[in-house]
């Protein structure tokens, strides 16, 4: 509006176009570690991120890592602006990566028998745990033991993970091959002769009645049968 000093005024308007900034980054994140994450930044033309090490494609505007150490990203955005103009602008954002979780344990196998005690020794402060004993149990306890149904060949595993959700897995194969032993069997014999005894599968004998008996913790002693 202009106003001339005897007070004649004009008024003209005009449309003034005045570009908006739209570039974007994703904002910072914070995973496990060995956990693949995605990130990315938009409003450009084109893209350069930096550090590259590990990027899915550092001159894309939509990327991918597999998180092993805290990283601060930094993107350069090339941007053209409303009136033809090439802008750049640079961003940052980063990605904290949390301490490795690390799953294991230690078993101890009763050689009688198909019961196994299973012990935690996952470290990194682990809050959670859950077994698979390999034959389609399982259990949510840190330490644990689980007696088989027959002898067999399994694989256990173990899934220890914190508070904040972040795992890792081990397993080992536990191998029970049962408790096999044998005996001869009855024997008839003539009066005062001497019969030898078999026994197999064991690593201590204890034969009964003893007196007559050449050696009755051996496995395979001669007897002398009273007549």
Same mark, same amino acid.
């Given at each position: 509006?202009?106003?001339?000093?005897? $007070? &004649?005024?004009?008024?003209?308007? =005009?449309?003034?176009?005045?570009?908006?900034?739209?570039?974007?980054?994703?904002?910072? /994140?914070?995973?496990?570690?060995?956990?693949?994450?995605?990130?990315? !930044?938009?409003? $450009?033309?084109?893209?350069?991120?930096?550090?590259? +090490?590990?990027?899915?494609?550092?001159?894309?505007?939509?990327?991918?890592?597999?998180?092993?150490?805290? +990283?601060?990203?930094?993107?350069?955005?090339?941007?053209?602006?409303?009136? $033809?103009?090439? #802008?750049? =602008?640079?961003?940052? +954002?980063?990605?904290?990566?949390?301490? =490795?979780? +690390?799953? !294991?344990?230690?078993?101890? !196998?009763?050689?009688?028998?198909?019961?196994?005690?299973?012990?935690?020794?996952?470290?990194?402060?682990?809050?959670?745990?859950?077994?698979?004993?390999?034959?389609?149990?399982?259990?949510?306890?840190?330490?644990?033991?689980? *007696?088989?149904?027959?002898?067999?060949?399994?694989?256990?595993?173990?899934?220890?993970?914190?508070?904040?959700? #972040?795992?890792?897995?081990?397993?080992?194969?536990?191998?029970?091959?049962?408790?096999? *032993?044998?005996?001869?069997?009855?024997?008839?014999? &003539?009066?005062?002769?001497?019969?030898?005894?078999? !026994?197999? $599968?064991?690593?201590?004998?204890?034969? /009964?009645?003893? /007196?007559?008996?050449?050696?009755?913790?051996?496995?395979?002693?001669?007897? *002398?049968?009273?007549?």
């Amino acid at each position: 509006i202009s106003q001339t000093p005897e $007070g &004649c005024m004009d008024t003209i308007i =005009k449309n003034i176009l005045i570009p908006v900034d739209t570039v974007y980054i994703d904002p910072p /994140q914070t995973k496990c570690f060995d956990e693949k994450v995605f990130f990315g !930044a938009a409003g $450009g033309s084109s893209y350069n991120w930096q550090p590259t +090490t590990g990027l899915s494609n550092p001159n894309s505007n939509y990327l991918s890592t597999t998180t092993t150490i805290s +990283t601060i990203y930094t993107v350069t955005i090339t941007q053209t602006s409303l009136y $033809g103009n090439t #802008c750049i =602008k640079t961003l940052t +954002t980063s990605i904290t990566v949390l301490p =490795k979780i +690390t799953s !294991a344990f230690n078993y101890t !196998a009763d050689p009688c028998g198909n019961n196994v005690v299973f012990t935690d020794s996952s470290y990194t402060n682990p809050t959670n745990w859950e077994w698979n004993f390999g034959d389609s149990n399982n259990s949510l306890q840190q330490n644990t033991s689980h *007696f088989y149904s027959s002898p067999g060949i399994y694989t256990v595993t173990l899934i220890s993970s914190n508070s904040i959700g #972040c795992k890792d897995t081990s397993e080992q194969v536990v191998n029970l091959s049962g408790f096999v *032993f044998s005996v001869n069997s009855p024997v008839t014999q &003539c009066e005062q002769d001497t019969v030898q005894l078999f !026994a197999s $599968g064991g690593n201590y004998y204890l034969w /009964q009645p003893s /007196q007559y008996l050449s050696n009755p913790n051996v496995s395979n002693p001669l007897a *002398f049968p009273p007549t």
